[in-house]
Nanobody, 124 residues
């Protein structure tokens, strides 16, 4: 079992930047693929980005491509999401997820472990 805890959320104005962190504990996640998802009120949870263990295989949803960057520091057992040029429509609870199979991608059912989320609110 692995526990994931997100942090770094909060209120930011449109056009601003925010960095989210996901700290893992319970076991090393160096071989896992990691992902970020988000969920806005009244909407389904949607894919944001994912990264494999090597850091060389990255996937982004179209609506964040060019603005968000996913990265990881395996020595710290931590995954990050750098969010730039934020828009009000980015407002959501952001969730970190771990795929022990190492694939990642946009299918939420591929992920085995989930954090409890951190709220990101972008004001217009």
């Amino acid at each position: 079992q692995v526990q994931l805890v997100e942090s770094g959320g909060g209120l930011v104005q449109a056009g601003g930047s925010q960095r989210l962190s996901c700290a893992a504990s319970g076991r090393t996640i160096s071989s896992y693929a990691m992902g970020w998802f988000r969920q806005a009120p009244g909407k389904e949870r949607e894919f944001v980005a994912s990264i494999r263990w090597s850091g060389g295989i990255l996937y982004y949803a179209d609506y964040v491509k060019g603005r968000f960057t996913i990265s990881r520091d395996n020595a710290k057992n931590t995954v990050y999401l750098q969010m730039n040029s934020l828009k009000p429509e980015d407002t959501a609870v952001y969730y970190c997820a771990a795929d022990r199979h190492g694939v990642g991608g946009g299918n939420r059912y591929a992920y085995d472990y989930w954090g409890q989320g951190t709220q990101v609110t972008v004001s217009s």
